[in-house]
């Protein structure tokens, strides 16, 4: 094995990602854990949670620490929130996608200085931020890129983030994964759904097509009961309407953005595989131009960053990844 | 005590009122069980349903019935669903206000014949159907009603319902009530709110007036995150933002309707007395006339029906309530 450069985390709600590189920027070696900032807060009050901090990142990457203790951490996504191990001020936007990289918060550890990468915040009536897709997002543009892009970051709280130069210029939150988790498992749309054995990308083109017709006008509060009603009369299978009502939400999203009309192509998905697929499907329904499926977004974004932050040293030009 | 004419049942899902009716269709005596269908169906399969809709109904009115067996037995509501005691066949519209009174579905009781009165349905792409407010909607359009009228009757799942001369021509539900409910309960904008001493109807307003804004556009899916970023920045009370989620949602609802264009004045509005003042000022906000917030709509319409079905005399031209 190489030398490692750089020791990256990826921690978030729900899970911790952690990734070894060398010092062209190629992962080496990675793994998951579930332990998640929300696992870990569980675990009680402020000193508490720096104990259970402290045990999670020695679980996720102690032997490689012990291996090179010298070699530099860096983590993104909501270690650094309120909740995390210690907040890291977010940067406002219009900002370089390697702002981030100029503002790390540092937390001492047992296993040395653990930097944080800090979120992006723009200020204004209805305030955005993300934590995490900074990273995600400097992953994804280029180095020498120039002009307009549009990324959209598919999840539980999907973001639409707008580049101009490198510099990102605005960015909107969707709540489309979440409300899609909660409809199903809290409201009156779970109870006729039955579990389908595969993806039922029919009906998921079926319900961005609905939220793209004139019907879709009444808004989601609205066509999301089509899910109840057209199973009553028999038009829709209950293994169907979770995959009907996944399209309904994720056409509203995209029918919000083209009436917004601050596109501009090329657009960029990152995120989970099939997930992203399905915006893909969305967008050229409503159409886009294929949507390019940017593959490990975080990895690049987590190596950039640390080159833009001085803690790696830039081997190549840009990484091969 | 008067003798009864009608004993009128709102059978719904979480609750069971019943009404006692004189001979000029006034409410003499009332009642209110937590016997609602999700309760009684919890019994069991279909014999054990049966019976528990028996107690439940003994237990509601037994005494009633038992003074006056020949008293004739009205229910609206959840009662007529495929989870109910009976289903009652959806009346498909348009159809004139008084046609569920002519298409009651009868059950045989150890107690008599129970009719229920059937809901109704719209067939189309994108069927809507409603199981309740059909005898509320009765019980708002006047025996002598010409001309247009719209009638709100906001809840779990919000109901507008277009009239002309008396026949119900279209209808749109909103899951408005349910969502707010699922959001609040399972997502991550319930964990910073904290309960209000009281209802805050500036922070319902600034809701309201968002949701009317051009960050309107980006829909309801992206403006709730608004409920939690605007918390971040210290922009909105932790106690503010249950009421200011309300105000969003209601407003996107009256928004969607308004880019309807179907709206026709006077609009009516059925409910609970605190929820139906929060529409009407989202209604006034969007610049409608006052709107008119109907009293006992559904005893009047469980009278009216019973009157359209011949189950009840009409002593009155019209009951005096």
Do not use: N
Not at 38 to 46: F, H, I, R, T
Not at 96 to 125: F, Y
Not at 126 to 153: C, F, H, K, N, S
Not at 261 to 279: F, Q
């Amino acid at each position: 094995v190489a030398t490692p450069h750089l020791i990256g985390l990826d921690w978030g709600t729900t899970s911790l990602r952690a990734y070894r590189f060398d010092g062209s920027g190629q992962v080496i070696e990675s793994r998951q854990q579930r332990a998640g900032i929300l696992q870990v807060a569980a675990e009680g009050d402020a000193p508490g949670r720096h104990d259970g901090f402290e045990r999670a990142l020695d679980q996720a990457c102690g032997d490689w620490i012990s291996a090179d203790p010298a070699c530099p951490l860096l983590a993104c996504g909501m270690i650094g929130s309120a909740q995390g191990w210690r907040e890291a001020p977010y940067v406002e936007i219009p900002a370089s996608v390697d702002a981030p990289g100029h503002a790390l918060t540092r937390v001492a550890t047992a296993r040395g200085t653990l930097h944080i990468v800090p979120g992006l915040i723009a200020r204004g009536p209805l305030p955005e931020v993300m934590r995490g897709e900074e990273t995600q997002v400097a992953g994804v543009v280029e180095p020498a890129a120039t002009g307009d892009a549009w990324i959209g970051l598919p999840g539980t709280h999907a973001k639409w983030v707008r580049v101009r130069d490198r510099r990102v210029v605005g960015f909107h939150t969707f709540m489309t994964g979440e409300v899609f988790a909660a409809l199903c498992a809290h409201t009156i749309l779970g109870r006729t759904m039955r579990p389908a054995a595969e993806p039922d990308l029919d009906a998921f083109d079926r319900g961005v097509a609905v939220a793209r017709s004139p019907d879709g006008r009444l808004g989601v509060l609205s066509t999301v009961f089509s899910a109840r009603t057209l199973g009553l009369v028999g038009a829709l299978a209950a293994e169907a309407q979770a995959d009907y009502l996944s399209g309904l939400l994720i056409g509203h999203e995209v029918a919000a953005l083209d009436q917004l009309g601050e596109w501009r192509e090329p657009i960029s998905l990152v995120g989970d595989a099939a997930l992203c697929e399905r915006y893909r499907r969305a967008l050229a329904a409503s159409g886009h131009a294929p949507a390019v499926i940017a593959a490990r977004a975080t990895e690049r974004g987590l190596w950039r960053i640390a080159v833009a932050a001085g803690l790696a040293a830039e081997a190549a030009s840009s990484p091969a990844m």
